[in-house]
């Protein structure tokens, strides 16, 4: 049942502490279902690259134009990863350097806008994400924000109420995307909109570009200027970041990721990304995808069954939002009972939210990981059944033993990358 990580038995012998710390992560990795939205595990190709001789190499610039000798390698390894991401999205340009979802964000603004400038992204608590605007990140430090939410009724995006609202505070960007939406974006009206003020379009695609790229949400590079993600979402590579971008825009986006955002990229996260979008392609990546959408449905319509409010009744994508308003019971506390059971979430904000991002009325639910762990729609209706009974009686201990019992048991049943599977 080892997730099989050679650097881990090295380091038993010369460092104790850490090879203890990674050993028991893993150990919690494997025997708890990983229901965190923005989580998932990536193979043990992707996991290969990451431990390579690539993390010596200094490689700032990009292939054919670098600041530094010896770069053959570096650039033929950058060069397949940047064909790939192309292809996957059918986007002109890709700079795969970003070290992460943020410094990706980061690049796309710095390209188009000047400090004080004005952006406009989803609101935090309504799902939108640090990078949008909020006043702690540097996002609402250097730029003027106006924000835009969802429905309180139903939850999603009005999009003549964005129009409303691009036209009355006439940003420079727009920002789509989010971090905590269950339903398909339109992102061709988001583009239209921005044409019509006069904006430039940042889509993050972050959560989603997994589904992306297997053809089960709607692309948004032909209505964007800038698309920028994770890779390590439903996308399942490394920890890391991609801009991707129309031929005109190449240029600034590289300079703006280097020297603007970073010194030199990590050239074996960049390895490691290139197998995962290699992964990506091969065909039996749409079918994960087409699985993770189908567990999402299969969870949330389980969860309604058993009286659980959902923030717009459901979901399109790899996540749902519980709204606990109904219940005496916040996010912090719903998210520590079901870590009891051994399921892990999230509390999460929620449209018209009234408690602290700390304590929140909510939940995030998502299925990539358990997907990639091999779960399908039964165990989501299992697993929804133990969800509700958590929710319905937080505080009973048999109730959290007896969750926790079945969880260990389906865990071991799912053993993640068994080579036998
Ligand atoms: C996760 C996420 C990011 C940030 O990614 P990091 O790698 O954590 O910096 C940015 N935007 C959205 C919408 C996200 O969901």
């Known amino acids: 049942m080892r997730a099989g990580h050679p650097a881990s038995d090295l380091l038993a ?30 193979s043990p190709s992707v996991r290969a690259a990451l431990a390579t001789v690539l993390t010596h190499k200094y490689a700032e610039g990009v292939p054919g134009r670098r600041y530094y000798g010896g770069c053959a390698f570096a650039d033929e390894i950058e060069d397949i990863c940047r064909a790939r991401a192309t292809r996957l999205f059918d986007a002109d340009h890709a700079n795969v350097q970003p070290h992460s979802g943020s410094q990706a964000n980061m690049a796309g603004y710095f390209a188009f806008l000047e400090p004080g400038d004005r952006i406009m992204g989803m609101d935090l608590s309504h799902g939108g994400h640090l990078t949008h605007g909020s006043p702690v990140n540097f996002s609402g430090r250097f730029f003027d924000v106006a924000s835009y939410g969802v429905r309180e009724g139903d939850g999603l995006i009005d999009y003549d109420e964005l129009r409303d609202a691009a036209l009355r505070a006439r940003p420079k960007m727009i920002v789509s995307g989010a971090s905590a939406y269950p339903r398909t974006i339109d992102f061709e009206a988001f583009g239209e909109i921005a044409r019509e003020v006069d904006a430039y379009h940042m889509c993050d695609l972050s959560h989603i570009a997994g589904l992306v790229a297997a053809s089960h949400h709607p692309s948004p590079v032909p209505h964007a200027d800038v698309v920028t993600t994770t890779t390590h979402k439903t996308l399942r590579g490394p920890r890391g970041g991609i801009v991707l971008c129309q031929a005109e825009h190449a240029r600034v986006i590289d300079r703006t990721v280097f020297p603007f955002t970073q010194g030199g990229p990590l050239m074996h996260v960049i390895a490691s990304k290139a197998v995962a979008l290699g992964e990506a392609l091969a065909p039996g990546f749409a079918d ?96 929804g059944g133990w969800i509700a009974d958590i929710l319905d009686r937080p505080h009973d201990a048999p109730t959290a033993r007896r969750v926790r019992g079945g969880v260990t048991e389906l865990c071991a049943r799912y053993p993640l990358f068994d080579p036998g599977r």
């Open 13 to 42: 012998t010369v460092d104790e502490a850490i090879h203890l710390a990674i050993e028991g992560e893993e150990k919690r990795q494997l025997g708890q279902l990983e229901m965190i939205a923005s989580e998932n595990f990536v």
């Open 288 to 383: 994960y995808a087409r699985r993770v959408v189908e567990n999402a449905r299969e969870l949330a319509a389980a969860l309604r069954e058993r009286g659980v409010r959902l923030v717009s009744g459901g979901t399109d994508n790899h996540l749902l939002l519980v709204d606990l308003r109904d219940r005496d019971l916040s996010g912090k506390d719903a998210e520590t009972a079901l870590e009891e059971a051994g399921i892990t979430v999230n509390k999460n904000t929620v449209p018209g939210e009234e408690r602290s991002p700390f304590v929140t009325s909510g939940l995030r639910i998502g299925t990539p990981a358990v997907t990639t762990r091999g779960l399908g729609r039964d165990e989501m209706r299992t697993v």
